[in-house]
């Protein structure tokens, strides 16, 4: 069971927008930053939103992330093929002094 | 830009102890106000943090592993290692160093390094 919840899976038509959520607590997202990794098959993971909504020189301004309380989305606009991949949260648990992540979701382009 | 490698055996028997460096290249270890983290992910499973260090020597271990992790670091070789013990087929993942900003992400990733745990 992951710190971070995430939808395990989501999926949306080419062209269309995504959004992906993740939830946690004071302990965690409410108080400190969040940032979003994208991770293609067999890669490691790219950062895509530090300091809940900053982008990565480099990162195309489809993907964005916003901050409310103790939760934190990630969006995608004008989805591609290439944008099929796992999403993960992040961030620092003040209670247990430890870097989480959230369990990961699967975007489907379909 | 910096680049990280890691690097280390394959595969560890058992109850033997996982030994994995991150060689940096393209920028000093020593340099900034980053820190530099191991982070592992099971095949078909989500990230797992591991623990990180600072260059000032200090650190910070994932609560479940605390008692069986050790990182340390190397500014003379501008590399950062893993000591995980007693490991068992848990402990089976893919292996990967990242450099990360005070502020908590990520943004520096190695390829990752595959270490199996069986006898």
């Known amino acids: 069971q992951s710190v971070l919840t995430q939808p395990p899976s989501v999926s949306a038509a080419p062209g269309q927008k995504v959004t992906i959520s993740c939830s946690g607590s004071?302990?965690?997202?409410?108080?400190?930053?969040v940032s979003w990794y994208q991770q293609l098959p067999g890669t490691a993971p790219k950062l895509l939103i530090y300091d809940n909504n900053k982008r990565p020189s480099g990162i195309p301004d489809r993907f964005s992330g916003s901050k409310s309380g103790t939760s934190a989305t990630l969006g995608i606009t004008g989805l591609q093929t290439g944008d099929e991949a796992d999403y993960y949260c992040?961030?620092?648990?003040?209670?247990?002094?430890?870097?989480?992540f959230g369990g990961g979701t699967k975007l489907t382009v379909l | 830009q910096v680049q990280l490698q890691e690097s280390g055996p394959g595969l560890v028997k058992p109850s033997q102890t996982l030994s994995l460096t991150c060689t940096v290249s393209g920028g000093s270890i020593s340099s900034g106000s980053y820190y530099w983290s191991w982070i592992r992910q099971p095949a078909g499973k989500g990230l797992e943090w591991i623990g990180r260090?600072?260059?000032?020597?200090?650190?910070n271990y994932n609560p479940s592993l605390k008692s069986r992790v050790t990182i340390s670091v190397d500014t003379s070789k501008n590399q950062f290692s893993l000591k995980l013990s007693s490991v068992t087929a848990a402990d089976t993942a893919v292996y990967y160093c990242?450099?990360?900003?005070?502020?908590?992400?990520?943004?520096?990733w190695g390829q990752g390094t595959l270490v199996t745990v069986s006898s």
């Open positions: 992040g961030t620092w648990d003040s209670s247990l002094s430890a870097r989480v």
């Open positions: 990242a450099r990360g900003i005070r502020s908590g992400s990520y943004g520096d």
């Open positions: 260090i600072y260059t000032s020597g200090s650190t």
């Open positions: 004071s302990s965690n997202i409410g108080n400190n930053y």
